[in-house]
């Protein structure tokens, strides 16, 4: 299986209209996945969905207009209800923010009603190697990127109105790539993070508007003034890379940010802060944080553990098993119910100094990387 690979353009509103029109039938496969998942995961109703979208649409219209005319060009495409398309646009936000209530009432307190039984964040093992450390002696990185089971996928490659190109993955129906690269040779890799200081509702950049806006960066010195811009919704961990040789992973929460750089030529980061207490931050408690406790040491000791890196190197690594089912390359748990199951839905590797994206369709160890170049 290889994703579709969608050639936008134009102004925002008829890119978003040309993802809508290319990826209708898999925004109609989302949409049902999200709103069963917003039920049975997060304990919201519907209508209770659709509120919500509509006030983080009000941040999308405040913080990011151009976002927000995107999702209004995929909502006219699809003919589907804008807050539907909010909604899905939101949903970090959202399901993010119901993780950390689930995580406190299992600890006996509340915030808001959700189901104990629930758990997690999890999923997400992202890297970065720099030029000294890997065999073609360009920046390199990429990511695992662990999510709901089943949810659909796309490639968009869009030409902006400066000239400026992106290369990215996206889910179908959320405007705009949540990793990629750009032809500045500025890449950017994401995993989830969770802080007793989240909510939802804090009138912020949402998560994905941000995400569109750093791969629209000519510079990461200004891709880190999209990332600290002030206050934030939900926590959030990003790597922001920009050949020949920049790379800085930046932990951030609603009221703080740590910014990481690679040690030994090499770094990785998974689902957790690395030092909470140096940000004053409290994690809710999670059942699952111990797996990415033991992605976090595994992917750091595998890339320590070749140089020079070979791109067939990171692929055995993105493909590494241990700890099944909860791995590296992550498979379902299946004595887990269906809405609470999570997969390895890519394995991507991205050449900043080449601008070439390697990605599979599926867990990388069955999956084949299929080669991108802008």
Known sequence: MTFRLVELSGSPLEQGEQHGEALKDLIEHNLELYFYRFEKEAKLSREQTLSMAAKVARHFEKFSPDYSEGMRGISRATGRNFFEIAALNA???????????????????????????????????????????????????????????????????TRHADGLETLGFTEAGIFAPKLGLNSAGLGLCISGLTSMDDDWSREARPTHARCWEILRSQTLEAANKIIDDGTKACSTNFLVAQAPNLAIDFETAPNGIRMLECNLGSMAHTNHFLDPQSMGITEPPSERRPHSYHRQDRMTSLLESRRPLKLEDIQEFLQDRDDDPDGICRYPNLEEPPEDRVATICGVIMNLETKTMWITDGQPDIQPFEAYQL
Do not use: M
């Open 91 to 157: 949903r970090y936000e959202i399901l993010y923010y119901q993780y950390g209530t689930v995580g406190l009432e299992n600890a006996g307190l509340t915030r808001v009603s959700a189901s104990p039984e629930h758990r997690r964040p999890d999923g997400c093992t992202i890297f970065a190697a720099l030029p000294e450390a890997t065999q073609t002696g360009h920046l390199t990185i990429g990511q695992n990127w662990d999510w709901i089971e089943g949810v659909k996928g796309a490639l968009l490659r």
